[in-house]
């Protein structure tokens, strides 16, 4: 009896932890399809910090092209207990990213999928929304009957039993969303839209996104939250053109002022780079941190040592230098 017990026990102990084991591989792991491509992703969303995803609604995602029908601006601000979402204009006429020219986002995500409009948002409106979230029309219908009556223009709202104690989330993860971000951070995502007091929901017109001034306005003001850290640090960021590509060092600074960042000057560096880099003087600041994450750069040396002792990268508290690899979306 004595050894039956143990072999049932020991059965019985070995399921429970590979079904635990199973379940934190899964919900670590991102919930990506291998035939999409995105920007690079770094790190884990904590849900301490700002987090700007795109969200597409396709026709069939099953379909070897699907058809872009919707898509969405998702900014979560944890600084200001909110999130928005923004419907962006997939048919407006805008300048696509790797030199594809002019057309629309719907254009866009047909000729390069996820990447490419990822590259177009940053280049045109100067957000780098690295994560995404992919549905199609007939997702968006299940979603409904997963989480039965739920008005998703206010999710503050929802029962935290419908999320947390039901399977079928997760199974609709797995099955029904393309996503970069893993089935953890999507979770931390709804935790924190149920506990906020504040949402609000934007659709804009083609002319917000033609007119870059206007974007950067609307942005700014409702969008963005400004990082008490790097307010109190009050760093002053130079942004140098450092692959000789005409626009690139106001784009730039566009990119750090939609950051919440103050905007010293842009100029043109003294040589062509291949990569780019951030100097600093204190590299391990707030802002230097914040910068990093809104470029994707993730060489950061400190002012003064090497080759970057010159009086070019003396000005400001911090210097951005924009080489050939983010260029290339140019």
């Known amino acids: 009896m004595r050894i039956l017990f143990f072999a049932v ?42 987090l700007a995803a795109l969200v597409f609604v396709v026709d069939d995602k099953g379909k070897t092209n699907p058809n ?18 923004c419907k962006l204009p997939i048919d407006a006429e805008v300048e696509m ?19 490419l409009v990822q590259e177009t948002v940053f280049k045109d409106l100067a957000v780098n929304a690295k994560s995404y979230v992919l549905v199609d029309e007939n997702g968006v219908k299940k ?55 504040k949402s609000e929901n934007y659709e804009l017109g083609d002319e917000t996104v033609q007119n870059l001034d206007y974007f950067d306005s609307f942005y700014r003001d409702k969008l963005l939250s400004l990082d008490k850290k790097v307010s109190d640090e009050g760093y002053r960021v130079m942004v140098l053109n450092g692959a000789q590509v005409e ?32 100097l600093a003087k204190d590299t391990g600041s707030r802002t230097v941190l914040i910068l990093s994450k809104m470029f994707g750069i993730s060489s950061v040396e400190e002012v003064g040592s090497g080759e970057y002792s010159s ?14 690899d983010i260029a290339k979306i140019f």
């Open 9 to 50: 026990f020991s059965v019985v102990l070995t399921v429970l932890l590979l079904g635990s084991y199973s379940i934190y591989r899964f919900i670590k792991a991102p919930l990506i399809s291998a035939s999409l491509n995105s920007l690079p992703k770094e790190g884990e969303w904590k849900g301490d910090d700002e």
């Open 68 to 85: 872009l029908e919707e898509l969405y601006l998702l900014y979560l601000s944890p600084v200001n207990n909110k999130y928005s979402t």
């Open 97 to 115: 990213a790797e030199r594809y020219g002019e057309g629309s986002l719907r254009r866009a995500f047909l000729s390069g999928g996820v990447l």
């Open 143 to 197: 979603l409904h009957k997963v989480l039965g009556d739920t008005d998703f223009g206010n999710l503050s709202n929802l029962s935290p039993t419908k999320v947390y104690l039901n399977w079928g989330v997760l199974e609709y993860l797995r099955s029904e969303v393309r996503t970069n971000l893993s089935a953890i951070e999507i979770l931390r995502a709804v935790s924190f839209v149920m506990g906020t007091s």
């Open 247 to 278: 626009g690139l060092a106001f784009w730039g600074g566009r990119v750090v002022q939609n950051g919440g960042v103050i905007l010293l000057d842009v100029g043109n560096a003294d040589k062509t780079y291949d990569r780019s880099f951030i």
């Open 311 to 324: 009086s070019a990268f003396r000005r400001g508290d911090a210097v951005v230098v924009l080489g050939l």
